[in-house]
């Protein structure tokens, strides 16, 4: 099959291996500035050591900082004044393009009429997935399909049948559904994927959209065991997995002696991003936020204690009934006696004014999102490398339409079937 040239296959002459080296160093050596969370910290060790820093965050309109938080090249660049080691991020997170061009995107997608169910977004990410990976030279299999939306957008490209996996009855039978009622190629069976006794239908052309943590870490490990000619997968959810600190894929990494150690929650950092919710949400996560914030206040001052007490996931009607019900519900929660008077005014406007810090300190932890998101899936494509896989790793298209726009593109260069590992 025809491969782009191996320049724009590694950044520059270095490999994939030196590129997760470096960005392993440089997470471990900020680490004070992305692993306490803000939200639970409100005075982290770094806001001390670096108070100018922390002034000039802290003279940022809001309007200023969501500009900053959708522009993370801009924000190191203006937080490299205090941070010198700052200077490097352009280079840490710069990847290649890998959609052909907007064209072809649109000329991949399906058009709506026949994309019935599909949401407007994920109609234009498959498509865009469709057009980085044309053309396609084997019958495919996707990898947690949901409705097929990929596999039908996929299918007018694709030489051979498309064989979608899932395991939910319900999408399955709709998917099904559409595929006929369209007549595409394509048949979904309902299955667990992460099932040991999963055969993999040889000579197939292994794909994934957005297959969650272990399920797409899943398909790296079995698809290359089983010989698959070309893996292409766009990973999400890095943080949903079995293993409480995780460990890289990889040979080359998991034996380097200084490689991170990071726990599920520091895995959460690297997929915290809100750039494509509605404005509607993003208001009702700035709500709930002040209010948890608020909470927060009131509780370390009852219980003279300062310290953070998580408070579970709160009903979506309490978001009706205002901060003094959200209160007591969370007071009663955590078994906490509430005072009667509370003044409940001074605890929101507390959690107003937290909030605006907690969005300020955050701003520079969340430069550690594309970092650490790329640490993973420079492993993955070490591990590939090292299963006989030829890789692309860059952007398949806007951030703007989806944060988890990374495409890992693998061709089976070698003809020897790389080492059986032994699976859960
Ligand atoms: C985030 S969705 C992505 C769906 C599809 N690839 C797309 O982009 O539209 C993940 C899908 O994985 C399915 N899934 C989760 N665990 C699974 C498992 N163990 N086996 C098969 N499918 C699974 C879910 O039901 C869901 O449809």
Known sequence: MTLPPAASLHHGAESFYQRWQQLNDWLVQHRDFWQPAPFMTPEPAWAKAYPQLTAMLAELTDAECQHLDDAPIELAARVSRWLPSLE??????????????AEKALEATLPEIRATDMPGRKRLQSGAFAAALTPLEHSALDWCCGKGHLSRTLAPFCPGEIQGLEWNPELVRDG?????HFGDRVSIGCQDVM???LALPGNHHGVALHACGDLHRQLLKRGSEAGLPR???SPCCYHLTDQTIYRPL?????GYQKALQPGRND????????VTAPARVREQTRRISQWRLGFDGLQRFLRGHDEYLPVPSHPARLLNEGFPAFCHWAAAKKHLELPDPVDFDFWLSFGERRLAEVR???????LFRRPLELWMVFDYAIYLEEQGYRVRLGQFCDRA?????LLLDAVRVSDTLPVQHSHP
């Open 360 to 366: 300020r300190h955050e701003l520079v932890r969340h």
């Open 250 to 254: 990889s040979r080359r990494a998991s």
């Open 401 to 405: 339409l989806t944060p988890r726009n």
């Open 88 to 101: 490097a991020y352009a280079d840490l997170v710069q990847l290649p393009e890998l959609l052909p061009s």
């Open 231 to 233: 893996l292409s997968i």
């Open 195 to 197: 099932a040991a006794e």
């Open 176 to 180: 099904n559904r559409l595929a006929e």
């Open 267 to 274: 895995l959460r950092l690297a997929v915290q991003e809100t």
